[in-house]
């Protein structure tokens, strides 16, 4: 039987995911607090890393989550 069907799964499923990605993809961040929450759709609601981080370690983290793209807060 021929049928179609569309797929559109996360690379990574869960915050801890996400969290092990950050300490992989960003330099520096391995002993400074991260804090990751996501929202039922399996999308980033927000990350908090305990370094200023560069444009460049920024434009990594939008790049792979598009999804915060504008969002940053300035705290």
């Known amino acids: 039987m021929k049928h179609t069907k569309f797929s559109n799964p996360k690379e990574l499923q869960d915050s801890g ?21 996501m929202n039922n759709d399996g999308t980033i609601q927000e990350i908090e890393i305990g370094k200023k981080l ?22």
């Not at 996400?18 to 330099?27: A, E, F, T």
């Not at 999804?67 to 705290?75: D, S």
């Open 17 to 37: 995911e996400v969290n092990v990605w950050l300490q992989n993809n960003i330099d520096g961040i391995t002993d400074k607090p991260i804090s990751v929450s």
């Open 54 to 75: 560069t444009s460049a370690e920024k434009k990594i983290i939008t790049d792979k989550f598009p999804e915060l793209e504008g969002k940053e807060i300035e705290v």
